[in-house]
């Protein structure tokens, strides 16, 4: 068995084969970028190399670097993780040329399945089912389109050498394939250096269920079930889950016998991922094989009892598989869901800033046993950021990965729903209220699966917005109360001065005061604020909402735990400041209430419109306009790319492209003005 390995990774994955190399008595060594010196693989390494500025391009992908690193610190193996370098055939012959183990399949499996249309061709060959399309050389658009022409829309373009549902895009019309095929070669150079694509039917409702096989150096090869992975937005994952609803023991036979002949016509050693599309009806099709560990692994551990990153080891030491077929049982359902830096209502755009606070549920530990194997785990969080790090343009806006465990998928899915409600973030958005509304939808709920589940239900995943309830706003106001006593009995106050002290206290009377709030929701409000009149008793307050006055009592309070009772209804929830924004978690839900102190902004003036600003960091890619331009409404304007997808600026309303702010290549900042825009008259 290896003594050090090197990590040529970043987050969750990296943190995770470190937390399994510990255990097992292996050291291991870190390489970060400039932008991640304090990130938390780093600190839970055991030694750590900086190998380059930011961009993934002149670091994590710098595999010269990486081996030289790796020769350096002593190191016998690197373990890839998934992304980056972890699929790249020439990376891991460099590996075995330069004396080291390649944690991973060898370079001439990951040719084969490497190349969607190539592996298409070698399941062909093999007898495999395949999706109708296109799958050959010939890139030339016109060729394209006639062959999306003959397939019979709606078709889906693919980048040949992608992965993690970039360049992927789906066609409905003809006269659309060539505007849609330029944007999916843009994504697939970007991402992955090679823009070929190829063109297949696109199924309707089709369910993606994917096989983890693996097989070791001495010619065992076994698959360890299946996951379904059918709910996606833009192609990539959201939720995964083991076993798949509804899948039959001979469907599950068929597909993971068909999924490890796959891996033997390669010569696959390692763990990877046959993925499949398959009909309502239960028959399926070959898609692709990523030859690697998935980031949806862990449900697979939960209902199988196994450490597959030991298992990656062990096989890359020359070791036999830990577990035969026959002994690799299904114990009860497992769902991960996805948290990610992004806001679902804007289309999922990344976003940017710092983790200021993040408070997760509480996670039973992942207890390992002997030869891989395990327990499942009620909750098991896999995390790579920790509270006040920061999500950065130049990598995947995961935050973590919340895997559940349960008897049975009901249990299951009751543990996932609570344990949505506990996990909060605050200081950039998140699909964490969207991901409880998909958990809890009647769809998703019922297993009532397919890729298109997001959009097909989009009315009841996208609700209209709803005003603050009365409970939040009341939680919110009593912290603010709260933080203005804290502060005035401070030290920089003379305690026994009545005068100093923030205790609404008076001579004659009471003490009332309007505190005012807004979110984007108050908009419809007279004044666009939630209006909360309060009145300072001896014994508590008076809350006054749009003219219902109830009594409003502080019951309890631990750091930012509030527990209160607001007429005859006691409620409880946390509320985290952000200067003036008041977070406030209550009944499993998050309300982002901004307060507006007038003191604060007198004098302040509203920046002057007319500007269409960036909606993230990131670089612009194509400029479809020119100053002086007259464009309709929904006119594509210029389109960026961020973390390695495409985001189209469109025009708000018919109007006069005034000016032109950037140029295509440029990097801008998130909230830049991109152009001068005047709406028609």
Known sequence: MFTKILIANRGEIACRVAATARRMGIRTVAVYSEADAGAKHVAVCDEAVLIGPAPAKESYLRGDKI???ALATGAQAIHPGYGFLSENAEFAEACEKAGLVFIGPPGSSMRAMGSKSAAK???EAARVPLVPGYHGENQDPEFLRDQADRIGYPVLLKASAGGGGKGMRVVERSEDFVAA???????????????????????????????????????????????DCSVQRRHQKVLEEAPAPGMTQHRRADMGEAAVAAARAVGYVGAGTVEFIANQDGS?????MNTRLQVEHPVTEMITGTDLVEWQLRVAAGQPLPKKQHELAIHGHAIEARIYAENPEKGFLPSIGTLRHMDTPTAVSFELGGTGGVEPAAVRIDSGVREGDAISPFYDPMIAKLIVWGADRTQALARLSQALSEFQIVGLATNIAFLKRL?????FATADLDTGLIERHHASLFPASKAAPA??????AVALIEAEKQQSSGASRAAADPWGQAQGWRLNGDYRRLLSFSDEHAAGLEGGAYKVGVTYHPQGWELDIEGGKQPLTLLARAGAAYSIRLGEQSMHGNVRRDGELFHVFTNGEHHTLSYNDPMAHAGETEAAGGRLTAPMPGKVVAVMVEAGQEVKKGTPLVIMEAMKMEHTIAAPGDGLVEEVLYAVGDQVADGAPLLAFKAAA
Not at 205 to 212: K, M
Not at 284 to 288: A, D, N, Q
Not at 439 to 443: D, K, L, T, Y
Request: aromatic share 10%.
């Open 67 to 69: 081996i030289e690193v």
């Open 121 to 123: 061709q070698l399941m």
């Open 181 to 227: 095929l330029a944007s999916c070669k843009r994504e697939a150079i970007s991402s992955f250096g090679d823009d070929k694509v190829l063109v297949e039917k696109y199924l309707i409702r089709p369910r993606h269920i994917e096989i983890q096989v693996f097989a070791d150096k001495l010619g065992n090869c076994v698959y360890l079930h299946e996951r």
């Open 284 to 288: 399926f099709y070959f898609m692709e």
């Open 439 to 443: 958990v809890e939808g009647e769809a």
């Open 471 to 476: 409970g939040a706003l009341a939680l919110a």
